[in-house]
């Protein structure tokens, strides 16, 4: 079974350009989730999905931070204009529809803000 | 008050010990319960999942969960160096479906 693919690994980018990430969830998977993780924390959510439906964005900076996943399979995540404290991982999971199912990640984003 | 807490450690235990990783949260309505392995520079790994109270063992990994403590453990028992990662504790909560992690405690096996 292959996993969660993302795209690019790493990305160096400066202040107030914008930036986008690119992943697909395993196959059959209904739940996809966008993570930033800072050096040295946990993971935090930024934006759920299940199917093409947004469950949870609460935590997404909506002034800058955009997401989509039109087809209900792969997602993009958006950055617009980015700033200095957007450096982190940037971490795509995906999971079975019911909400008790462990998510499985993929290999991240490094995003580096200069 | 977080709402998933870890010592952040480093904890450090000698090679072949049991090694003992705790995790307490504040949403007394959590349901499920999940612990990552994360090494550095990589994504973060599942290594157990565990639902009711009590234990639940996989090898050499056993996780232990008292809601009415509100603490969820991780033993991983025979230590190895390959154990050395930061472990996560994840939390879903009990409403909608948000999963939150902890910050990790950083765990060294020392040969």
């Known amino acids: 079974e292959a996993g969660v693919a993302q795209s690019p690994r790493y990305k160096i980018i400066e202040k107030r350009q914008s930036v986008a990430f690119w992943c697909n969830p395993i196959s059959g998977h209904a739940t996809l989730y966008w993570y930033q993780q800072i050096l040295g924390q946990g993971p935090k959510l930024l934006i759920q999905?299940?199917?093409?439906?947004?469950?949870?964005d609460s935590q997404l900076p909506k002034d800058r931070f955009s997401a989509e996943r039109l087809k209900g399979v792969d997602s993009t995540l958006k950055i617009q204009p980015a700033k200095l404290e957007d450096s982190a991982v940037y971490l795509c999971?995906?999971?079975?529809?019911?909400?008790?199912?462990?998510?499985?990640f993929g290999d991240g984003t490094r995003l580096s803000i200069l | 008050q977080k709402e998933v807490e870890q010592n952040s450690g480093p904890l450090s235990v000698p090679e072949g010990a049991i090694a003992s990783l705790n995790c307490t949260y504040s949403?007394?309505?959590?349901?499920?319960f999940f612990w990552y392995r994360q090494y550095s520079g990589k994504s973060p790994e599942l290594i157990m999942f565990i639902y009711s109270n009590g234990d639940k063992e996989d090898g050499r990994f056993t996780a232990q969960l008292n809601k009415a403590s509100q603490y969820v453990s991780l033993l991983i028992r025979d230590s190895q160096p390959s154990d050395s990662a930061t472990y996560l504790c994840a939390v879903k909560g009990s409403s909608a479906s948000k999963i939150i992690f902890g910050s990790g405690t950083r765990l060294s096996i020392r040969p």
């Open positions: 999971a995906s999971s079975l529809g019911h909400p008790d199912q462990p998510q499985h």
């Open positions: 999905f299940q199917n093409n439906g947004v469950v949870d």
């Open positions: 949403d007394r309505g959590s349901q499920s």
